[in-house]
């Protein structure tokens, strides 16, 4: 079963140390990332690879929709050891256009258990019901909702106590929103980064 990925696997591994033996030996002592990545579950959207970044340089939480719901204990227990045991510089909100997530959440259509957890999608649709409403194209609506989802979720996690209470002793961390393009492969910096208390009240 499955032996094709393990086959993928053994010849990963031996691909990495082949150029730098040492890789995964100075893996196994500890991992320090600057980054949280916060992304979308979709496959297309792969964190390490887009930003190019080898083992134990991207910290990374992904669910459907990239969302920070401030009740998630999955979401805050990864914000909290981000911020106060691994100590990352930045923290980026990264969605992607095409979002299924994003498009089930408003096309009135009943899944179950998904229906509750995209509920914030719906609260930012409707809270941004004029803008999106005149842009005429469903696809580029779509779009924008996705952008304004995220920058809903930079302000979650700029508003957490983990971060609120690292930026009050000092600790450097700023929030950015970005939204990933699946069809060029590149990131749209939303231009919304966060880095203290004075940008989140602006935001
Ligand atoms: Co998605």
Not at 110 to 137: S, T
Not at 180 to 199: A, H, K, Q, R
Request: charged share 25%; hydrophobic share 40%.
């Amino acid at each position: 079963m499955l032996d094709d990925l393990k086959a993928n696997n053994r010849a990963w591994a031996a691909r990495k140390i082949e150029g730098d033996p040492g890789f995964f030996k100075r893996l196994e002592g500890q991992q320090a990332p600057e980054y949280l990545w916060i992304g979308c579950s979709d496959s297309r959207v792969p964190a390490n690879d887009i930003v190019d970044l080898d083992p134990g340089e991207l910290f990374v939480h992904r669910n459907v929709a990239n969302l920070a719901p401030p009740q998630d204990a999955n979401y805050l227990s990864v914000l909290q050891f981000a911020i106060d045991v691994i100590k990352v510089k930045h923290v980026m909100v990264v969605g992607h256009y095409g979002c299924g997530g994003i498009a089930a959440a408003v096309d009135g259509k009943r899944r179950g258990l998904v229906d509750h957890w995209l509920h914030p999608i719906r609260e930012v649709f409707h809270d941004h019901r004029q803008e999106l409403d005149a842009i005429p194209e469903a696809r580029a609506r779509l779009d924008r909702l996705c952008e304004l989802n995220v920058i809903r979720q930079v302000r979650n996690v700029a508003s957490d106590v983990f971060v609120q209470d690292a930026w009050a002793r000092g600790q450097q961390v700023c929030i950015h929103g970005w939204v990933y393009s699946i069809s060029t492969g590149l990131v749209n910096d939303l231009g919304v980064t966060v880095t203290g208390l004075e940008e989140l009240e602006n935001l």
